[in-house]
T-cell receptor, first 110, second 116 residues
Framework: EDQVTQSPEALRLQEGESSSLNCSYT??????LFWYRQDPGKGPEFLFT???AGEEKEKERLKATLTKKESFLHITAPKPEDSATYLC???????????FGAGTRLTVKP | DAGVIQSPRHEVTEMGQEVTLRCKPISGHDYLFWYRQTMMRGLELLIYFNNNVPIDDSGMPEDRFSAKMPNASFSTLKIQPSEPRDSAVYFC??????????????FGPGTRLTVL
């Protein structure tokens, strides 16, 4: 069965303290891996899609990377406004739905 | 573009009542998804449509749940009768298929349902 596991469940950082979030997956035929950000009371907001191992994508202080078994979301010098829950999801071939992980709740203190 | 629109944003109802949630996808998108989010189970896919046709409803919890998409710009998720355990945030998302490509989904703001 396809599985997506995110760690840690929660992460507290000081402003400027860089760190990484992990998304490990066990799927049969990865078509794409997605990262989303979700703020309280809002829907998930699309950040990145990664297609193949070795691929990297960046957006402001965020960089997503992908290997054959996991993806990392690196946050460089985070700011309080980066506080949110970060979700990863996978899509497999022959299927157009996505399976989501439980998310990592990030808090950045000033 | 206005993004995915959902209504109502909040719904409070009593056990046994019928609840109808509404969604307007992004114009031109050909896929529509309904999700439920709870603290215990996270984000779960309930059903999705392609070109208004239901493709996979294996996530629909039971016969009390039904979904329709009468046209490309409107979908409903109905719960009848509602139960307290249905309390959750329900999200609608839409995406545009690409030949041989991967579809990122764009989510609406959600409907927070409370069943008393």
């Amino acid at each position: 069965e396809d599985q997506v596991t995110q760690s840690p469940e929660a992460l507290r950082l000081q402003e400027g303290e860089s760190s990484s979030l992990n998304c490990s997956y066990t799927v049969s035929g990865l078509r794409g891996l997605f990262w989303y950000r979700q703020d309280p009371g809002k829907g998930p907001e699309f950040l990145f899609t990664l297609y193949s191992a070795g691929e990297e994508k960046e957006k402001e202080r965020l960089k997503a990377t992908l290997t054959k078994k996991e993806s990392f979301l690196h946050i460089t010098a985070p700011k309080p406004e980066d506080s949110a829950t970060y979700l990863c999801a996978v899509q497999v071939y022959n299927n157009n739905d996505m399976r989501f992980g439980a998310g990592t709740r990030l808090t950045v203190k000033p | 573009d206005a993004g995915v629109i959902q209504s109502p944003r909040h719904e409070v109802t009593e056990m046994g009542q019928e609840v109808t949630l509404r969604c307007k996808p992004i114009s031109g998108h050909d896929y529509l998804f309904w999700y439920r989010q709870t603290m215990m189970r996270g984000l779960e896919l309930l059903i999705y449509f392609n070109n208004n046709v239901p493709i996979d409803d294996s996530g629909m919890p039971e016969d009390r749940f039904s979904a329709k998409m009468p046209n490309a710009s409107f979908s409903t998720l109905k719960i009848q009768p509602s139960e307290p355990r249905d309390s959750a945030v329900y999200f609608c998302a839409s995406s545009l298929s690409r030949q041989g490509g991967v579809n990122e989904q764009f989510f609406g703001p959600g409907t927070r349902l409370t069943v008393l």
